[in-house]
């Protein structure tokens, strides 16, 4: 699938990438307004807990804030391609939770929490986000409020893998406020909690990634002092081969699918789609931001000369992909794997793929409403290699 529009939609008949993000667009410069005007509760955007059946759950989390700039509508206008394109790695029963994030601090709606949601409902889904635009202008926002939200009040009792992707500019804060806590999450606290015990929190029931925009625009690739900074914050939680930094917002949805091609081990079924279906400069931009998470050499410029359009390769057997589902013990101080060795820092794990090495002892506890782990079964797809796929222009 291509901005060209050379993709079958499917179920996504009519929609078209120019005119949706134009209308988005719309929508991002009244939302607030429209949302105050309508006394919209901010309570209402935040569920008192979250429930999937889904056995791929994925959770996009997207700062809104005023210097996000085109990322909230770029994702609106790719939602068909999100959908059909994500199912190719996750299958079938993908669905979808999209999350906003705001500064608490001077936001009137820092927090907003969608349901998980499959096809057509994801548009309807990012239009019920308040797209404030506000923040607080110190290369902060709360996104540990997301981060404790998901990690204590989703319940996923099916899931296999189950993949969460923060796209955002600045840091995080040093603690999670325990009023914030409370207020925005439902959650309360024995005492603060530091956003690294946070994200280890999240870590335990997803694949957890960051894609960073620059906080400072340089005008290359190059990261200012100031983002080195926010990018080293959120790295040594999550790891560089979790981190993508991505100045072109454009291609967001580029990488959300070279992510999920890690985490399902089809790197090469995604850089022969990405490469068919866009043109060199994007492959090219698409690649930079992943090379940490994909470990790959500088992306070559080099194209199919015989492929005039974008074309996304599918496919198309009766042959079902084979599964590899690992066990873990549902203890604290155990967590999935899905292929290789991985550093953890929330107490010894161990994987039927690796071992993972402890850095930080036990991580602090939580009180309040949690919502229960995911299945804690990892998933590995593997090609059949008795089928060839076959290639449809989307």
């Known amino acids: ?186 959650t309360t606290l024995e005492k603060r909690m530091s956003y690294k015990d946070v994200l280890q929190a999240l870590q335990q029931k997803y694949a957890v990634y960051c894609i960073r925009q620059p906080y400072q625009k340089t005008g290359g690739d190059k990261m200012s002092a100031a983002d080195v900074k926010i990018h080293k914050q959120w790295a040594d939680v999550l790891g560089e081969d979790h981190m993508a930094f991505l100045p072109d917002a454009t291609r967001i949805v580029d990488v959300i699918f070279g992510i999920l091609a890690k985490e399902t081990g089809r790197v090469k079924y995604f850089q022969e789609e990405i490469t068919q279906r866009q043109t060199p400069q994007q492959v090219n931009t698409a690649m930079k931001g992943l090379k940490t998470i994909l470990g790959l050499p500088s992306p070559s410029s080099k194209r199919n000369k015989t492929s005039g359009n974008s074309v996304t390769t599918k496919k198309k057997t009766a042959v079902k992909k084979s599964l590899v589902l690992t066990q873990k013990k549902s203890t604290a101080g155990t967590k999935k794997s899905t292929t290789g060795t991985k550093k953890s820092t929330t107490g010894t794990k161990k994987s039927t793929t690796g071992t993972k090495k402890n850095t930080t002892g036990k991580k602090k506890s939580l009180t309040g409403t949690k919502g229960s782990k995911a299945s804690g079964k990892s998933v590995t797809t593997k090609k059949s290699s008795s089928s060839k796929k076959s290639k449809k222009l989307i």
């Open 1 to 186: 699938m291509s901005e060209a529009g050379d993709w079958d939609p499917g179920p996504w008949k009519g929609h078209d990438f120019i005119s949706a993000k134009q209308k988005y667009d719309i929508h991002v410069g009244r939302s607030y307004s429209d949302a105050v005007q309508k006394s919209v509760n901010p309570d209402k955007l935040v569920p008192a807990s979250l429930h999937t059946e889904s056995n791929a759950p994925l959770v996009i989390a997207c700062d809104v804030t005023g210097s996000m700039g085109e990322s909230p509508a770029t994702i609106f206008s790719k939602c068909p391609y999100l959908d059909l394109e994500g199912k190719e790695y996750l299958g079938d029963d993908l669905a979808i939770s999209f999350a906003a994030v705001g500064d608490a601090y001077t936001d009137k709606y820092p927090l907003q929490v969608r349901p998980f949601v499959k096809g057509l409902e994801l548009k309807a889904s990012l239009e019920e986000l308040v797209i404030e635009g506000g923040g607080g202008g110190q290369s902060m926002e709360t996104y540990e409020l997301a981060a404790l939200y998901y990690a204590t009040h989703a319940e996923m009792p099916n899931a296999l893998n189950p993949i969460f992707v923060f796209i955002g500019d600045e840091g995080l804060y040093e603690f999670v406020d325990k009023a914030q806590a409370k207020r925005w999450t439902r």
